[in-house]
């Protein structure tokens, strides 16, 4: 099938590409919390687990703000961020 003289809308465009950057993000924080920090529960943490599930926290709120301070900028240089976060 040829493409050529197809327009695409623009606003169905948009929609694509912010349900793949939220795709992404999600496959992201997936990765993240796949990290093993504990083999069984059990009624308290030792050192070494509490600071795995600390570093696992620390690690999976900064990678948030990067990735939603990144998206922000690039929605902002295209001037819909605002439309986005009304959804």
């Keep these: 099938m ?3 003289g197809v327009t695409t809308d623009p606003q169905l465009q948009q929609f694509i590409e912010i ?6 993000f999600q496959q992201l924080v997936h990765q993240m919390t796949e990290e093993k920090c504990m083999d069984k529960p ?3 943490l030792d050192s070494r687990t509490e600071v795995c599930f600390v570093n696992c926290v620390e690690r999976f709120i900064d990678t948030s ?3 939603l301070n990144r998206l922000e900028q690039t929605q902002r240089s295209r001037g819909t ?4 976060m009304t959804d």
């Design 65 to 67: 703000q990067f990735i």
């Design 2 to 4: 040829d493409n050529q």
């Design 19 to 24: 349900e793949s950057q939220k795709q992404r």
């Design 42 to 44: 059990g009624p308290k």
């Design 81 to 84: 961020f605002s439309e986005t």
